[in-house]
């Protein structure tokens, strides 16, 4: 069972590059989402999606794209990267929406951004 | 808005000890509440939850009991492992919009044999 897959899992980036941090869930979930993890903050909802082609903004969405094709993969682009940007990202998918079911996260991406 | 406030870790047990976790919540309705755990190096899965005030989640042993009054939703084991060494979040469902989950700091376990 893979269950919510992200690529990659370490990544290292200069200031201004872009890149795209893959998520890919095969339990046909509709719903999906992406965090970043902060030092005593908790996790933050970036951006997230209740189904092919709608996506919508979380808390902290500025610097970031996603896009959603397909029901299985939900890519996040960092344009332009900054260094407030260093942190941990979480993919997380769910059957249905995020109060009612149970999320299921991947095992996140650690970005650094120098 | 909505928040969650938990206790600052680590919290440091041995072995066999009984874990309080406290939570504490602000919303303008009747969110629904969750446990999440997270292992080193891995993603945070759902340790339990509950829907409504009085309701009680539970499993692997650990408890927690829906308090509207107080508006709490404290973590409970009554012993624990080494095995429980985790950081455990709790969380809330925005009530405006029920595709959100507003998550705690997280508190960081560590149970010593």
């Known amino acids: 069972n893979a269950g919510v897959t992200q690529t990659p899992k370490f990544q290292v980036l200069k200031t201004g590059q872009s890149m795209t941090l893959q998520c890919a869930q095969d339990m046909n979930h509709e719903y999906m989402s992406w965090y970043r993890q902060d030092p005593g903050m908790g996790l933050r909802l970036i951006h997230y999606?209740?189904?092919?082609?709608?996506?919508d903004q979380g808390e902290v969405p500025n610097g970031y794209n996603v896009s959603r094709s397909t029901t299985e993969d939900f890519p996040l682009r960092l344009l332009s990267a900054a260094p407030s940007q260093t942190s941990v990202y979480f993919c997380a998918s769910s059957y249905t929406t995020a109060n009612t079911g149970e999320l299921f996260f991947g095992e996140g991406s650690r970005l650094t951004v120098l | 808005g909505d928040s969650v406030t938990q206790m600052e870790g680590p919290v440091t047990l041995s072995e066999e000890a009984f874990l309080t976790i406290n939570c504490t919540y602000t919303?303008?309705?009747?969110?629904?509440l969750f446990w999440y755990v997270q292992y080193p190096g891995e993603g945070l899965q759902l340790l339990l939850k509950?829907?409504?005030?009085?309701d009680k989640g539970s499993n692997k042993g650990f408890e927690a009991t829906y308090r509207k009054e107080t508006t709490s939703f404290h973590l409970e084991k009554g012993s624990v492992q080494v095995s429980d060494s985790a950081v455990y979040f709790c969380?809330?469902?925005?009530?405006?919009?029920?595709?959100?989950?507003?998550f705690g700091t997280g508190t960081r376990l560590q149970v010593f044999p």
């Open positions: 919303a303008t309705g009747y969110p629904s």
């Open positions: 969380a809330l469902s925005d009530v405006g919009n029920t595709d959100k989950l507003i």
């Open positions: 999606s209740v189904g092919a082609g709608i996506t």
């Open positions: 509950a829907t409504k005030a009085d």
